[in-house]
């Protein structure tokens, strides 16, 4: 009956230490899915500034809002939004 005991007692320890270890690699697995998540925010967040930014360009270079919309696959308003043509026609020399 010890024995039996024992093998349990050792089953037991051993279930618990699996447990723990498979609770750390959950552990680091989230703590890199979180900074893969902030790396791909940020990764977005500079793809939007520089295609605001060629939006930008090419409204102040006399593109017609239309093509740019349709070249960057958003509307006219939008690139309105991005790119008042007030504020590129007030900055460009006479």
Known sequence: MARKKNHILNALESIAKAQEELENRVETH????????????????????????AIQAEVASGERSDAVAKKYGVTASRVAQIAPRKEFHRSKPN
Do not use: C, F, P, W
Request: hydrophobic fraction near 35%.
């Open 30 to 53: 989230d703590k890199i899915i979180e900074s893969q998540g902030q790396d791909i925010a940020r990764l977005e967040q500079q793809v939007m500034s520089l295609r605001n930014q």
